[in-house]
Every structure is written in structure tokens, then in C-alpha cells.
């Protein structure tokens, strides 16, 4: 059964704070995503990587970081929590079936997400 | 810019059928997804279409025009664990998925 894997379900942060969200893999994956999802919104791409160490910009990439060094681990960094950052975070990987920047032709698996309060 | 149009939210009867509706305009089109997502859970893939027609699978079926840059998900004989979100995403030209903000199913007996 495949599995993508995030390391927290609540987080409640205080402002200012360095915070960490991890998701892990097991499908041998290229390609993982970072979104967030708001009321009202669409999912929106942070970050995404195509490969170890390779990381790409999404659409609201501003206030954030990732980290790839293995090839199923990749991890969202807020360098300084601000409460307009508070949201569900989801993350997802996918099999490189062409070579493009944060594509796939074919279904994404999603972590279950977390849902960060920043106060 | 570019745009992906559903619903926020329809109602309909256990053991009916629903159509949810999704518009987009995109710089190119390479496919389109539906997710389902329950409460509080992850997104799960439903159906991709990337030629114009029908894909039917059990008791949903998905439908894309790409002149009328129009598609629709069909669910029949509707269950009360068919309530939860339902999500259009189109990929564009650059391979990039762009989302439509999901429609909320709210089956009632």
C-alpha cells in the first residue's frame, strides 16, 4: 500500500518560530509537492523537487524553504512563523514519468496532511 | 491569468445522481484530475482525461470538452460516504497542476 507520510497531524506554533514539517515517502518517488490549502482557495504549490537536493519554486514559495537530501524525505521550513501562515499543509509525491518541472501524467499520492496554527 | 471554476458547494439525495461542473482557462492543456478529499483527510485520485469524451469507472464517470475548456464528474447511486470535497486540477502547458479551489458534496438520506 503506498504511503506518503507526514510527521504531524497539529502543530501549533508561536510567532517568530522556526518550524519544521516533514513528509516521507515510500513509493521511490521523484517528484514530491508542497501545497498548502486554504478556505476557498485551491491547493497552491509552495515548493516542489524533481530530484535529491533539486528543489523549484511553486507559486507562493515567499516565507518558506524546503530541504531534499534523501530521496524520500522532503521537508517544508518556516525560517519565521507569521500567523498569515497559518493553513492545512499537504504534501504529495509522484513517479517521474516525463521530464518536466512538477508534473506528472499520472495520480499524485497525498500525505495526510497538517494543519498549522500559527498564534 | 489562469482560472479553474466549480461550485463551493452542491446537495443532493442518497441514491441519486450529481454532476459537478468545472471551467478552466489555462495557458495550455495537458489533462485533467479529480480528487476526492473527506474531512480532514489527504486528496485521493479519482480520474484523469486528456482527450474530449467520456471515461466512465464504476459509479463515477468524468467528462472533458477542450474546445469548451469544460469537464464534469458524474457520481450515480450516491452514498452517504460519497459527502466530502471534490477537486479539479487542470496541468497547464509548463506541466504545472493548477487547482480549483473544490466543490463541497453534501448527500443527505
Known amino acids: 500500500d503506498v504511503k506518503v507520510t507526514q510527521s504531524s497531524r497539529y502543530l501549533v506554533k508561536r510567532t517568530g518560530e522556526k518550524v519544521f514539517l516533514e513528509c516521507v515517502q515510500d513509493?521511490?518517488?521523484?517528484?514530491m509537492f508542497w501545497y498548502r490549502q486554504d478556505p476557498g482557495l485551491g491547493l497552491r504549490l509552495i515548493y516542489f523537487?524533481?530530484?535529491?537536493?533539486?528543489?523549484e519554486k511553486g507559486d507562493i514559495p515567499e516565507g518558506y524553504s524546503v530541504s531534499r537530501e534523501k530521496k524520500e524525505r522532503f521537508s517544508l521550513i518556516l525560517e519565521s512563523a507569521s500567523t498569515n501562515q497559518t493553513s492545512m499543509y499537504l504534501c504529495?509525491?509522484?513517479?517521474?514519468?516525463?521530464?518536466?518541472?512538477?508534473?506528472?501524467?499520472?495520480?499524485?499520492?497525498f500525505g495526510q496532511g497538517t494543519r498549522l496554527t500559527v498564534v | 491569468g489562469q482560472n479553474i471554476d466549480q461550485p463551493t458547494e452542491m446537495t443532493a439525495t442518497e441514491g441519486a445522481i450529481v454532476q459537478i461542473n468545472c471551467t478552466y482557462q489555462t495557458s495550455g492543456f495537458n489533462g485533467l484530475f479529480w480528487y476526492q478529499q473527506h474531512a480532514g483527510e489527504a486528496p485521493t485520485f479519482l480520474s484523469y482525461?486528456?482527450l474530449d469524451g467520456l471515461e466512465e469507472k464504476g459509479r463515477f464517470s468524468s467528462f472533458l470538452s477542450r474546445s469548451k475548456g469544460y469537464s464534469y464528474l458524474l457520481l450515480k447511486e450516491l452514498q452517504m460516504k460519497d459527502s466530502a470535497s471534490y477537486l479539479c486540477?487542470?496541468?497547464?502547458?509548463?506541466?504545472?497542476?493548477?487547482w480549483g479551489a473544490g466543490t463541497k458534496l453534501i448527500i443527505k438520506p
Open positions: 486540477a487542470v496541468k497547464d502547458s509548463n506541466y504545472q497542476l493548477i
Open positions: 482525461n486528456v
Open positions: 513509493m521511490d518517488h521523484e517528484n
Open positions: 523537487s524533481y530530484d535529491v537536493k533539486m528543489k
Open positions: 504529495a509525491s509522484s513517479p517521474a514519468q516525463e521530464w518536466s518541472q512538477g508534473a506528472f501524467n499520472t495520480e499524485a499520492f
